[in-house]
């Protein structure tokens, strides 16, 4: 069990001897068995029956391949979604909309302006968007040591199962 996403992660589902494989990195094997598990995916498994139909999200990562399998996700599942390469670009079409966002995701570690500086630019713009942090890294979140904005709702860990995604937005979508 993983204590940061309550669930199991990709490595279950590879044969650990690839040793060349990094155990965290989201790397084009991964990709490319989450693409091969969406050809079946419904996008009704693992998730709450109930989820909010047509919300509006914003998926922050610098890796295009990271960000086009999240944004696959959540438009399996009716929702609305913008893909930015960086903190600064997804700070931008959260202004574009005037703040009507239902869920941010992002990556901690991106370039130009990173997920941390994203969470606290729309703590004091947009207090009323929760947001989610994205990190193959969980000692990226000792910069805040426990006093996060209230924006914050949640960490997904790196790599992930669809399910544990499809489980932190409907968490953070259904409050």
């Known amino acids: 069990m993983n204590a940061w996403n309550d669930g199991l992660d990709f490595r279950d589902n590879y044969d650990p001897s690839n ?42 990562d610098d890796e295009e391949s990271v960000r086009g399998v999240i944004s696959d996700v959540l438009k399996l599942r009716d929702y609305s979604v913008e893909k930015a390469s960086n903190g600064m670009e997804a700070l931008d079409k959260v202004r574009a909309v005037n703040g009507e966002v239902d869920i941010v995701l992002t990556d901690i570690r991106m370039p130009e302006m990173s997920g ?21 890294s969980p000692e990226d979140l000792v910069e805040y040591a426990g006093d996060f904005p209230t924006n914050y709702n949640g960490f997904l860990k790196k790599p992930f199962r669809i399910e544990d995604l499809e489980g932190m937005v409907d968490k953070v979508l259904n409050k």
């Open 116 to 136: 941390l500086e994203l969470l606290d630019s729309l703590a004091g713009e947009y207090p009323e968007i929760p947001v989610v942090l994205i990190s193959g």
């Open 19 to 60: 040793e060349h494989r990094s155990p965290t990195a989201l790397d084009d094997a991964t990709i490319n068995y989450l693409r091969e598990d969406m050809t079946n995916y419904d996008g009704k498994q693992g998730g709450n029956p109930g989820h909010r139909s047509q919300a509006y999200c914003v998926v922050a």
